[in-house]
Every structure is written in structure tokens, then in C-alpha cells.
């Protein structure tokens, strides 16, 4: 909408010509009331104005009734058209009146975004400044989104560029390289107000960020994205999981995600990823039906990596983008694909990756050869009651074994942080160990007393164990073998006593 023009007509009979610059969208979705010769996707310009101001009406009325004839096309091809105006007041009363009469906020077509999506009948946009967050008002299907330059939030706060938007459910997250924040609410009315944004925005806790904007796409899991390592899950609740574990050798290698995509007719999410210098690639499919409740590392999904040849363009350029957008399932081979594109035609055939990367749970760095240590403070246990006071003759760890690592349990006592230290290493623990169940047994100095502490770590093996994948032992809880004691008082703590 431009600004308005005023002018006054010599005589009843007027003719006015108006000529104004043409826009820059040629064509739009299908709107059946714009047009009159079957070309209702294209674009028109629209002229309005008011009746005789001294008539006390200060409506814009269209000036040609609706269908537009072909003069009002918009042609990009041609710098400024010309619009006669020749209608009399009593004509155009009939016709459509201006958006802007009602309140509604001035449409403008915003500025070029590094990143744009769409949530809740909006269109986000980052804008070029990388801080400056813009939305457009409601639409629905067949609209073009409409901006106005007052409906923007700077966020300043995350000190760095923002990257990316991921719409999931009734939020919108907010990326960078290394924090996720996450937008709740909605935008004000078309006229500005009634906004319900919750504003500052709350972060995430995740320790990464994104780092590639084409990776994040939403599925009914949650949101996907690569971080600095690997490949990334939001779910439902908000937490972030590090989904792509599995296969982050994989992804180190081929670690630029070129899109993402989600398929619904196979559940899975795709992505293309390629080397640093493009030659060579992988297609990475993540199976959103499949829960193996064995997978050591306890990841719901299943991953399968398809191996890319002669993936270039007929013109040599790098291959890019996401083709397979159908998939066969097989129950032993997983997923079997073709591909057929230019002058290169590409069968991917690929068993299904049942087996993670040998070495994930490796501290990234030098050769990756370091172990990953576990280390569980637990609250203070209280075994009085009111009936008397009671002791712990021993304590049990209860683990789930990986591979090889030896496990030291430390206690404190009476609310007071301890030094009883208790230490198997690996060869001893080994022996505690059936199939993947660990239960360790550890018989504490003082079994009398008011409170118990107990603290567990893992550390890495020694010879004759090997380091393994170095993730050692994942914990599950504890068991307190507690004997009660008769008696009208309970113990007093250490430092209360003489």
C-alpha cells in the first residue's frame, strides 16, 4: 500500500490517469476473485480512493470492480502502469474498500531473511542483521504473508548470530552456533494488538547450538539439527538429545548437512550429508517407527547410512539435496532406494545400520582413545524413623555393564561429606558382572548412623582389560540393606557427639 495522493477533479465527468511503479512478484497462488481471463495466479495492481471528501466519507474504494481487467496486470518486465480512474462516486460505493480502513497494519514485503519458516499461520524470518526476529501477520492457504515493519523483536542477548527457526507445537526455537532459546505465544491482530509473546525468551539447557540451518526439520519425534557434534533431537518435552551418537564417525566425516527432510509415507527423517569439499556424500536415515529397547545406547530409532556414488550433476557440480523421497522397507536389508537424476542415474541399495560406530561414546580429541568417566553424588538416605534409630550393614550399586572399568563407591556420614573410600578396579569388577547386569557389594565402616551419602565412579581399566568403547557403565540405582534398631532415641550425629 503507497502512501495516498490527494488531487481534486476539474468537472464531474473526470478522467484521471495514475501511474505508479510496478511490484516485483509476478505470480502467487490461486485466487479465484483477482483476474478476469484465466489467469487468476498472476499479480494486479489495485487503485483506491475516496468518495468526495466535502461528503464526510473517508473510505478507499476500489476503483474497478472486481474481475480486474487486464490493464491492472502487473507486468515486471515494465518499470511503472498506468491506472484511469474515470469512475463516479456512486459507482465505486459498491466496490471493495481498502484493508487499512479497518485498522489493519500496512502491508509491506520485507526485507531478504538468512532463514525463514512457518509456525502457527505465521511466516518467521530472521532478517540480515541476524539478531532482529520478523513475523508476518496470519494467512492461510492462497495468501502471500504480510509484514509491517512493527512487528519485530531485537534479541540481543544471545551475543551471537542467530542461525535458525524450528517450529514444534505452540513454540518456535530460536538457533545459533552454541544456545537454543525457544519462543512461546502468539503475534498481535492484524491492527497490532492482543501479542502474547512470552518475552525475554527462556534457554534451552543444551550445551550446543546449530550450526547448519539446512539440517533442522520437524517430525512427529521432535525437532532435528546438527550441532558441533552430530546430528540432534528436540523432543516433545524439550529436552535435547544427541540422537545422531550412532553414527557420529560417520558424521564426522561427512559433516556438511546439505537439507533434511522429513518423508511420511516411510516415517523417516533424511539427510544429506557431504565432505567438507563436496565430492563425496552420504544420505543418513533415521526410522521414527522403530524402537530398539536393546540398543546399548538407549536411543529410540534406528539408524541406516546410504553410501553415495557418482553423485555429481550431469554438469560436474556436487550432488546436493534430498531425491529419495520413497523408500521400499525390507525387514533384514532395511530400506532400499533408487535414484535417477541428469545424465547420472544412482541405485542406493543399503543394509540397515545395525551396528553403531565402533568408538561413540569416546571423548572427542587426540586419538580418541580416552575413557568417559560416570560420577552419581546421591541425596542423603535417612533411615530412622520415629520408632527408633536404624543402621545400613551394606550397600549395593546397581549398573548396567558396557565394557571394562573399575567402579569406587565413597560414603559420607551424618551429614558430614566422607573420605570412606572403596575401590574395585576392572578385573574385580568383571567378576560382578552377568551378561549386562553389575551389582557390586560394599560393606561401609559405620552402620549406625543418622544419615548415609553415597557417592559412585567409574574410572578405566586396567591390564589385563582393554579400554573398549571407553562408556564403561551406566547407573541404575542403589539397594540399602537396613537393620532396624529397638530404642526410644535416635543416634546423635558425629559432631554432636563428645
Given amino acids: 500500500m503507497s502512501d495516498p495522493l490527494q488531487c481534486s477533479a476539474a468537472s464531474p465527468g473526470f478522467s484521471i490517469n495514475v501511474t505508479m511503479c510496478t511490484l516485483t512478484q509476478k505470480q502467487r497462488q490461486s485466487d479465484n476473485t483477482i483476474g478476469s481471463f484465466g489467469q487468476a495466479s498472476y499479480i494486479f495492481l489495485l487503485l483506491y480512493r475516496t468518495q468526495a471528501l466535502q461528503n464526510g466519507d473517508t473510505l478507499h474504494y476500489l476503483v474497478k470492480a472486481l474481475p480486474l481487467p487486464i490493464a491492472n496486470l502487473n507486468v515486471v518486465q515494465q518499470y511503472a502502469a498506468t491506472i484511469t480512474d474515470s469512475a463516479s462516486d456512486a459507482a465505486i460505493s459498491v466496490n471493495k474498500t481498502a484493508y487499512v480502513d479497518s485498522g489493519e497494519l500496512q502491508h509491506f514485503g520485507p526485507e ?44 540481543d542477548s544471545v551475543g551471537e548470530p542467530l542461525i535458525g527457526l524450528g517450529s514444534q507445537y505452540d513454540r518456535i526455537y530460536v538457533f545459533s552456533a552454541n544456545k537454543i532459546y525457544v519462543l512461546f505465544g502468539d503475534g498481535p491482530s492484524s491492527v497490532g494488538a492482543g501479542s502474547s509473546f512470552q518475552l525475554p525468551m527462556p534457554r534451552v539447557s543444551s550445551p550446543v547450538g546449530c550450526i547448519e540451518p539446512r539440517s533442522i526439520v520437524e517430525t512427529p519425534l521432535g525437532l532435528f539439527f546438527q550441532s558441533s557434534r552430530g546430528l540432534e533431537l528436540i523432543n516433545g518435552s524439550g529436552s535435547v538429545i544427541q540422537v545422531g551418537l550412532p553414527i557420529s564417525v560417520t558424521t564426522g566425516v561427512y559433516s556438511v548437512c546439505t537439507s533434511a527432510v522429513y518423508c511420511t509415507g516411510t516415517s523417516t527423517a533424511r539427510f544429506t550429508m557431504t565432505t567438507p569439499d563436496g565430492t563425496s556424500g552420504i544420505i543418513a536415515f533415521y526410522d521414527t517407527r522403530w524402537t530398539d529397547v536393546a540398543a546399548p545406547d538407549g536411543i529410540p530409532g534406528r539408524w541406516a547410512i546410504h553410501q553415495m556414488t557418482g553423485e555429481t550433476t550431469a554438469t560436474g557440480a556436487p550432488y546436493a539435496g534430498a531425491p529419495l523421497s520413497a523408500a521400499t522397507y525390507h525387514p533384514v536389508y532395511g530400506y532400499v532406494n533408487a535414484y535417477t537424476g541428469g545424465a547420472n542415474s544412482l541405485t542406493v541399495t543399503s543394509r540397515e545400520n545395525t551396528t553403531a560406530d565402533p568408538t561413540p561414546w569416546l571423548d572427542v580429541g587426540g586419538s580418541n582413545s580416552y575413557f568417559v568417566p560416570l560420577d552419581v553424588t546421591l ?41 570412606e573410600a572403596h575401590a574395585f578396579n576392572s578385573n574385580t569388577v568383571a567378576g560382578f558382572v552377568n551378561a549386562s547386569v553389575e551389582s557390586v557389594k560394599y560393606y561401609n565402616a559405620v552402620t549406625q548412623m543418622s544419615a548415609l551419602q553415597v557417592r559412585l565412579q567409574t574410572v578405566a581399566p586396567i591390564a589385563p582389560q582393554v579400554l573398549g568403547s571407553g562408556r564403561g557403565a551406566a547407573f541404575n540405582g542403589i539397594a540399602l540393606e537396613v537393620h532396624q534398631r529397638r530404642g526410644g532415641s535416635r543416634r546423635q550425629p558425629a559432631s554432636a557427639q563428645s
Fill in 112 to 155: 531478504s531473511p538468512t532463514f525463514q519458516t512457518p509456525h502457527m499461520n505465521r511466516l518467521y524470518q530472521i532478517m540480515a542483521d541476524q539478531k532482529t526476529i520478523a513475523f508476518s501477520q496470519t494467512y492461510s492457504d492462497g495468501q502471500m504473508p504480510n509484514f509491517n515493519p512493527g512487528q519485530t523483536m531485537t534479541i
Fill in 379 to 419: 541425596a542423603w538416605a535417612k533411615p530412622n524413623d520415629l520408632q527408633g534409630w536404624s543402621s545400613i550393614r551394606r550397600v549395593r550399586a546397581l549398573c548396567t555393564y558396557y565394557d571394562a572399568h573399575g567402579l569406587t563407591a565413597t560414603f559420607g556420614y551424618d551429614y558430614i561429606t566422607g573420605t
